[in-house]
């Protein structure tokens, strides 16, 4: 069997790879349901209908990583190379040798790294690449005491057999009331009034400050730390909406707090607060156009991540008064230049990254990552393990295209959902030759979830953590295999990706049963979207898509290349499918730069043109 290529095996062992899709084949055969049990600690099970498979089979108990077990000869050596609270070390010291060397330049890391068995960061130290080859096979488990792995090459951790853990939940409090601080200090001049007292003066007038009560706070991220902001705000006698596509609608109005569109928050707020993650999706979400939709005069406080403000423009719209303040405790770049004009304006209160620097916070994510870390090296799978076990090379061989079609469809899908309610029930029909046994569907079902899940959040998806995950948003994805009488030397014929009870940004998406449907096929071992909810389509998924329903007349290709090759927009590819002639068509247009609003905007207003929505892949 050819080996697979490196580069195929690092996307995928981290789940990290491009994914494409693949979709259903009209068949009476009889449904069989699966099992949607957590998969955690489980062997990948491969196919086993050819000697082929049989003897992969028999090298299933090599398959798993190392950071996840194995018997560690007396006690194993745990380098914290950055202080860590008490609590955290001394569980580390009954079972381990614990060394605490603290500063060290990458070539000191190096040199010691061989002798550990676990190193526990935060983020001034990098463990990169050279590390783990330094390591010699030895390291087998990398605890980030914080939430963010930026520092921490997770191909290169996965390559080498190490678990990556983090310990994402004990700073929540911290972060929450550093949230609350902010959001009364600036609605009081706290900050201002200080530093004017401090200058001798006594400005009574000047210092008015606005109240809360009554006044509406849209929390942006209705996670962890969000809900806790908006409890906390209700004791303050506000009125709390939020927005998150994943957020449980039942969580949320337990505490009284409505969920909301994006832009219906934007407009009814007199604060906002920001509790997102930093990815492609949120990357500058505040902008000129986003701050022209709010209330005049609107209070912002971000304790999430800098890069969801366009700094620049926050800075005009406080400057033309469109907002009013700003508190912050994040910046795209940290530390901010001395002379920041955001930094420096009147109006906004900054501090310097505080979110989780209380005594409290620092001692419980000493104890969250030292038990992890501990379980890790004990062999048992965190659920905070941020990169995933090494699969055995025949699994990944056979499966890639799959794969790589898994992620894609759930990352399709989500973009396609609409409105405040969120992804909560996602159905997954596998139709295949293969029985149960002989098809394992638990790294499809996992790429599935990190195409759902990543684009709008900052988790990492993986083997060991995806149904862990999705259960924590409140999303329930159901399997069905349905035998089909197809080659069973291919392990799957196609998918089919069902989201019930959402709203469609694209009308067209919805099958006709309501359900946002998509689907696709693997053909000569590259997926391809072949049905968007009632049309069938024949898509090579590369680069970015957009989707265009219209009425089917002609001119229209013309009409549409030409506009996106008078903005310099390359075209891919573009295919069309239609109910039939003269009636209605979607045409679906590969491109490799993404259009602009205003290139969209024109699009959108052709005649015969009714819906259109793009893509990022």
């Not at 330094?134 to 963010?148: E, M, Q, Y």
């Not at 939020?242 to 609608?249: C, L, M, Q």
């Not at 035998?483 to 799957?492: G, R």
Request: glycine share 8%.
């Amino acid at each position: 069997m050819a080996a697979v290529s490196t580069t195929f095996k690092a996307a995928v062992a981290s789940l990290g790879a491009e994914a494409r899709l693949a979709a259903p084949v009209a068949s009476s055969a009889r449904k069989v349901e699966l099992h949607t049990s957590s998969f955690a600690g489980k062997p990948l099970k491969a196919a086993t209908s050819s000697p082929q498979n049989v003897a992969r089979s028999s090298r299933r108990s090599r398959a798993t990583p190392r950071a996840q077990g194995g018997s560690i000869e007396g006690k194993p050596t745990v380098l914290v190379a950055e202080k860590l609270g008490s609590a955290g070390l001394e569980l580390l010291k009954k079972i381990a040798n614990v060394d605490c060397s603290y500063n060290l330049t990458p070539e000191e890391l190096c040199a010691k790294i061989s002798l550990c068995d676990a190193i526990i960061v935060r983020s001034g130290t990098k463990v990169t690449r050279e590390v783990f080859e330094a390591s010699n096979g030895r390291l087998k488990v990398v605890g980030r005491a914080g939430v963010g792995i930026d520092n921490v090459d997770l191909h290169a951790a996965t390559e080498a057999g190490c678990l990556v853990v983090n310990a994402p939940t004990a700073n929540t409090v911290a972060a929450a009331e550093h949230g609350i601080a902010l959001l009364t200090a600036m609605s009081r001049n706290i900050a201002q009034a200080d530093a004017s007292m401090k200058r001798g003066e006594w400005k009574r007038s000047k210092y008015i400050g606005t109240s809360l009560v009554d006044k509406t706070l849209a929390v942006m991220g209705f996670g962890k730390v969000g809900s806790e902001v908006a409890r906390r705000a209700k004791g303050l006698g506000m009125h709390v909406i939020a927005h998150d596509p994943y957020a449980p609608a039942d969580r949320a109005h337990a505490i009284g707090v409505d969920l909301v569109s994006f832009d219906e928050a934007l407009q009814r707020a007199d604060f906002i607060s920001l509790h997102m993650p930093l990815t492609p999706a949120t990357d500058k979400m505040l902008n000129d156009e986003t701050f022209a939709k709010m209330k005049k005069g609107v209070r912002i406080v971000n304790v999430a991540r800098g890069g969801v403000i366009d700094e620049a423009a926050l800075v005009r719209a406080l400057d033309n008064g469109q907002v009013a303040q700003a508190a912050l405790d994040v910046f795209t770049e940290e530390p901010p230049a001395a002379d920041s004009a955001l930094v420096l304006h009147a109006n906004v209160i900054a501090t310097p990254h505080l979110g989780a620097s209380t005594t409290e916070a620092q001692e419980g994510v000493a104890v969250e990552i030292a038990e992890a870390v501990v379980g890790a090296l004990k062999g048992e799978l965190a659920s905070t393990a941020v990169n995933a076990p090494m699969v055995p090379a025949e699994v990944l061989e056979e499966l890639s295209p799959y794969v790589e079609l898994a992620e894609k469809l759930g990352r399709l899908a989500v973009q396609l959902v609409s409105g405040g309610a969120g992804v909560r029930d996602v159905k997954v029909t596998y139709r295949t030759a293969r029985s149960s046994e002989d098809l394992d569907t638990r790294l499809l079902r996992a790429m599935i979830a990190k195409g759902l899940i990543e684009p709008i959040s900052n988790a990492y998806i993986n083997l060991v953590n995806a149904d862990y995950v999705a259960k924590q948003r409140g999303i329930r994805i159901r399997e069905e295999r349905q035998p089909v009488d197809v080659d069973e030397a291919l392990p799957l014929d196609t998918i089919l990706l069902e989201i019930t009870h959402v709203q469609s940004k694209l009308a067209s998406a919805v099958s006709e049963e309501g359900v946002i449907t998509l689907g696709g096929k693997v053909k000569d071992g590259v997926p391809h979207l072949i049905q968007v909810g009632r049309f069938s389509t024949d898509i090579e998924l590369e680069g970015s898509l957009l989707l265009c329903r219209q009425v089917d007349q002609p001119g229209m290709i013309g009409t549409v290349g030409m506009l996106l090759g008078s903005h310099d927009v390359n075209i891919s590819f573009m295919s069309v499918g239609r109910t039939g002639p003269r009636k209605h068509a979607l045409m679906a247009i590969g491109v490799d730069e993404e259009p602009s609003r205003e290139v969209l905007r024109d699009i959108n207003s052709i005649p015969a043109l009714e819906e259109m929505v793009f893509l990022k892949l």
